[in-house]
């Protein structure tokens, strides 16, 4: 792995200059410099950095591609997307989306309820809100207020139970009615092609959603019946998140045009969109060998546009207007996790703690003089020596020969025999090598939590990459597993010697050392649990005015303890009350003391659950 696989992720979001990584844009400022001064405002621990105009870039490349794909084979449907609210609903996400996308025309996809009231206030009128998922006979009244309202709203059907629902409520809020105001429908059809992937369930027969071609023509049927053919107007369906291979797509695609030029036919006149969900998928890799999708966005374009306008031609209807709902393609990108490390595991493994005695074991004696005697032209010779001697060693302390000092030596003296030696020898890249560092791995215990903010690691072994803050004019050397702070086993990120990532040999007591984790815009937030009670990260947001220059807003702290508590529906008031109590009534404390620790304990109640940094002591009192 290169340059930390910039060339292959990062899209050119960020560039390595100068030894850090900076954002690639405007006066380019390093994400060193940016948490450096979010940090002296005081904020500690894990910062989730949002940027805009990686949102704004995202919006206009999925627009701007449509645009070209259809000018090229003179497409005359409309282009239109919409972002679906599950995949990111923080404020600071959200209105950010909706400032930058403000020239497209863009909406948003609910649901549930509390994200269709987000959709209600936040899409400005006349851009499109679409409405999935199971709803009820109030969620679907809710789209007709919001219809009512002037809002562009289209329910898409996802069963006959629903279509029944929307008749009834359209009896309720219409009848009688001069002027009857309905949602537009949509129907998700189910696909007897299914996505691949971890996420294939959403489509395919034995799918959660959508109307079979029998439960289809029905609901054609009821639709004439109740008046409401005029309101069908969007073929729906959704694949599946991070499409890895186009292939399904296409067959999909087949399948729908097919379904609406049938439908068009039998005399659905006001039907002319296709909405094609989700799905567009996001490059993680770190490692060429291993990437996750085999198409670009102007494939994928062009495979849309060029399908539904061969069908709509064979089968003589109008070309539908396209509909997109790609969520994770629009978000993943704009969001960047700043953890500092603090600790690393095996620095106990340094010259210093040896305890060598004025007689060593013959083979620890030996050991110390490999070790300093290493060069370049004997590493591999004296590192074979060396990993043989352990193995002698450790058989001596099992059979009782030499004492714990000794082993404990013996294991100090080869760790930092393997450690020169592929430093000396790290123009080599050997397998051996390979094997051997991984034997060495180094274990970064990093100040967030895997749970709260890369669930999808947790629950999918999805990858992120990875990326030291600074010192990358360095080459790394350190195999890394990564640890977070919950007490947790699962919350590690396991060296893989097949993906390994590397990073740099530091003195956390002497310097600091920050890992990016990248891609995390998508899911990540709202699927993040509260495991051991870490909550979500401290965030801001890195706006660039025109001269380029940046600014940190809307800076909002993770919540404190007792916040934290209080949303799990404890009463903090008593719990407050018992601490106060607990230290008053302590009777072998003075009052003087009593004070002090009143002092430090609302103190530490007024701050979030991360740690503070270990190795600074001095700096944070
Ligand atoms: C989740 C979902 C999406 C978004 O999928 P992405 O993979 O994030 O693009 C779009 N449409 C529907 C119906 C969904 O359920």
Redesign the pocket.
């Known amino acids: 792995m290169k340059n930390f696989g910039l060339d292959i992720w990062a899209d050119d979001n960020f560039v390595i200059e100068n030894g850090t990584i900076n954002i690639n844009y405007a006066s380019k400022p390093s994400l060193l410099q940016l948490t450096k001064e979010i940090r002296t405002k005081g904020h500690k621990g894990p910062i989730l950095l949002r940027f805009p105009h990686l949102i704004k870039k995202q919006i206009s490349t999925l627009f701007d591609t449509f645009e070209k794909a259809k000018k090229e084979i003179n497409y005359k449907g409309d282009f239109h997307a919409v972002f679906?609210l599950?995949?990111n609903q923080f404020p600071n996400f959200l209105h950010a989306l909706m400032d930058v996308s403000k020239e497209y025309n863009y909406g948003l996809?609910a649901?549930s309820k509390a994200e269709l009231i987000i959709a209600m206030t936040k899409t400005p009128l006349g851009a499109p809100i679409t409405i999935?998922?199971f709803k009820d006979k109030e969620m679907i009244s809710l789209c007709f207020i919001a219809a009512k309202m002037g809002h562009n709203i289209t329910i898409?059907i996802e069963g006959l139970g629903e279509l029944e629902t929307i008749i009834e409520v359209n009896e309720n809020f219409n009848k009688g009615m001069k002027n009857p105001i309905a949602p537009k429908i949509g129907v998700?059809i189910r696909l007897h092609s299914s996505g691949i992937g971890v996420?294939a369930k959403?489509g395919g027969y034995s799918s959660k959603?959508g109307l079979t071609s029998t439960e289809l023509l029905e609901a054609y049927e009821m639709l004439c019946e109740h008046d409401l053919l005029r309101q069908f107007w969007m073929i729906?369906f959704?694949i599946?998140?991070?499409?890895s291979d186009i292939v399904p797509l296409k067959k999909a695609l087949r399948e729908a045009g097919n379904i609406y030029a049938d439908l068009k036919k039998r005399g659905a006149d006001d039907l002319t969109a296709i909405n094609i969900?989700?799905?567009?998928?996001v490059e993680y890799s770190q490692h060429s060998s291993n990437v996750d999708r085999n198409y670009s966005l102007d494939e994928f374009a062009n495979d849309v546009v060029y399908l539904m306008q061969e069908i709509a031609t064979r089968k003589g209807v109008e070309e539908p207007d396209i509909f997109t709902?790609?969520?994770?393609?629009?978000?993943a990108s704009h969001s960047v996790l700043i953890a500092p490390v603090l600790e690393l595991f095996s620095q106990e493994y340094h010259e210093k703690s040896l305890r060598l005695k004025e007689e060593n074991p013959p083979l620890v004696q030996e050991l110390y003089e490999l070790y300093h005697a290493l060069e370049r032209k004997n590493a591999r010779e004296y590192l074979h020596d060396a990993l043989d001697h352990m193995e002698s060693l450790l058989t001596l302390f099992d059979l009782g020969y030499i004492d714990l000092e000794d082993r404990s030596n013996t294991e100090i003296l080869v760790n930092l025999i393997i450690k020169k030696s592929i430093f000396l020898l790290k123009s080599e890249d050997s397998d051996e090598l390979s094997r051997l560092q991984s034997r060495i791995q180094e274990r970064y215990l990093v100040n967030f939590s895997t749970f709260q903010s890369l669930p999808d690691f947790w629950g999918l072994a999805q990858s992120f990459p990875i990326v030291p803050l600074d010192k990358l004019d360095t080459k790394p050397t350190n195999p890394a597993t990564i640890w977070d702070i919950t007490c947790d086993s699962d919350g590690e990120i396991g060296f893989n010697r097949d993906l390994p990532l590397y990073l740099h040999d530091i003195d956390v007591n002497k310097e600091e050392y920050f890992l990016a984790f990248f891609l995390t815009g998508?899911?990540q937030e709202v699927l993040g649990m509260q495991h051991n009670l870490f909550t979500h990260p401290t965030e801001a947001v890195i706006n660039f005015d025109a001269e380029g220059n940046y600014s940190i807003d809307d800076l909002f702290d993770a919540e404190n303890l007792m916040r934290v508590l209080d949303d799990l529906h404890y009463d903090t008031n008593e719990l407050d009350k018992i601490l106060k109590q607990r230290i008053q009534n302590a009777t072998t404390l003075s009052e003087e003391e009593k004070r002090e620790l009143l002092g430090k304990l609302y103190l530490y109640l007024s701050e979030n659950s991360y740690l503070k940094t270990i190795q600074y002591q001095n700096e944070n009192g």
């Open positions: 679906p599950k995949v996809e649901g999935n998922g898409t998700r996420w959403s959603f729906h959704h599946g998140s991070q499409m969900g989700g799905g567009l998928a709902e790609s969520g994770r393609f629009i978000a998508a899911y």
